[in-house]
């Protein structure tokens, strides 16, 4: 299978990468060729790369970060639009999950391309998310 796979198998004849095969597994029953030239293998991949989260912050993430900050001190001080604790961490715990699948499936819906479209739409939702829960 590594011949098959090397740079060098286009030197070799059909009747030629046969016998190799056969010389290497035992058996004459060759499994079709998977080769995706475009794929990137662990092998290949530059190690130094990262993944830029800057690039990826949104107005979803950051109300997100601001509600898991702001929200529990206003649970505690009792100035939450509800009339019980259990209502208002049910209310934040929906609306974090919530938050977040919609920043997930508008930045997909967009590829991640158009990120001021990305920018005005979340920002609009996340001031009447705020608007609304606090």
């Given at each position: 299978?590594i011949l098959?796979h ?8 059909e009747q ?5 095969f056969e010389k290497?597994?035992g058996?004459?029953?060759?499994v079709?060729?998977i080769?995706i030239p475009?794929?990137k293998?662990a092998?290949?991949?530059?190690p130094?790369?990262?993944a830029?989260l ?9 109300l997100t ?7 529990p001190?206003?649970?505690?001080l ?12 049910g ?11 919609f ?6 819906y967009f590829?991640?391309?158009?990120v001021n479209r990305?920018w ?10 705020l608007?609304f829960?606090l």
């Open positions: 299978m098959m090397s740079p060098f198998s286009k030197s070799f004849t030629q990468r046969d016998r190799i290497l597994h058996t004459k029953t060759r079709a060729n080769y475009n794929q293998t092998a290949t991949r530059n130094g790369y990262s830029n800057a690039k990826r912050i949104s107005p979803f993430l950051l970060g601001l509600l898991i900050l702001v929200y001190f206003l649970l505690v009792g100035k939450t639009p509800f009339h019980s604790e259990w209502w208002g961490f209310a934040l715990m929906l609306t974090l999950i919530y938050v977040v699948l920043d997930f499936a508008i930045w997909n590829k991640g391309k158009k990305i005005i739409i979340e920002l609009i939702l996340a001031t009447a998310i608007y829960l």
